[in-house]
């Protein structure tokens, strides 16, 4: 029968590798017994009890993996088309129309900020994927005076892992989506686009005639 306080059996020198997403982290720890006062006991465990420990430390390791988590990285998104025209429409009015150009679906993330909307700006109006003469992609929405159609699109961060809804929760609030949005929309301006829009939280048609087609996944942190 087992007296006393029970002492935590421990391994000696184990070390224990956890994975979240793109980060590892490692945890080793050198494991010993309980104070002397309570070594005693040990002898007195069942069986049962030594040949648990294996399973103790599964759950140990398991129980880690989901606690730890990786901060969130500011992360704003765009798929990219390439189009010959593309127009959006609200309650089948027209309401933005572009010719050649690009049609740009805009995610914006809850720790998004006013650099991310800038820097995918300029990635955006300088990417070199327009046929040039020997009809290689190697010109930008800037060298062909093309215009760029600007989306808003909160779906992007839709996540689809878990179960059969998507979850938005990394999808940043309207006030704050809205405020990028419009901030992304002047800086393309600012680089010399002609820029047109759709109509933020509205439910929209988007028509497009894709050329190539040539679709783009960007991001702010260079993911892809």
Excluded at 140 to 161: A, E, K, N, P, W
Aim: hydrophobic share 40%; proline share 6%.
């Amino acid at each position: 029968m087992f007296l006393g306080r029970r002492p935590q059996i421990k391994l000696p020198g184990h070390s224990i590798t956890y994975l979240s997403g793109n980060a590892t982290f490692k945890k080793t720890e050198t494991w010993g017994f309980q104070p002397a006062e309570n070594r005693k006991n040990l002898f007195f465990l069942p069986l049962i009890e030594i040949l648990l420990v294996p399973y103790t430390i599964t759950a140990y390791a398991h129980q880690a993996r989901k606690t730890i988590s990786t901060p969130w990285v500011p992360v704003m998104r765009a798929v990219v088309q390439l189009v010959k025209k593309a127009s959006v429409r609200v309650n089948s009015s027209v309401i933005s129309e572009i010719g050649p150009g690009l049609l740009v679906l805009l995610g914006v993330q809850k720790n998004d900020t006013a650099g991310d909307a800038k820097m995918l700006a300029e990635k955006i109006a300088h990417l070199r994927i327009f046929p040039d003469l020997g009809k290689l992609m190697n010109l930008s929405v800037l060298d062909v005076s093309g215009q760029i159609l600007v989306v808003s699109q909160f779906t992007l961060y839709g996540d689809c892992r878990k179960g059969r809804r998507p979850s938005y929760s990394n999808a940043a609030p309207p006030e704050q989506a809205e405020k990028l949005y419009e901030m992304f929309i002047r800086e393309t301006a600012k680089l010399g686009v002609p820029v047109a829009s759709g109509k933020f939280q509205a439910l929209m048609e988007v028509e497009l005639n894709n050329q190539g087609p040539v679709t783009l996944l960007l991001d702010s942190a260079k993911s892809f």
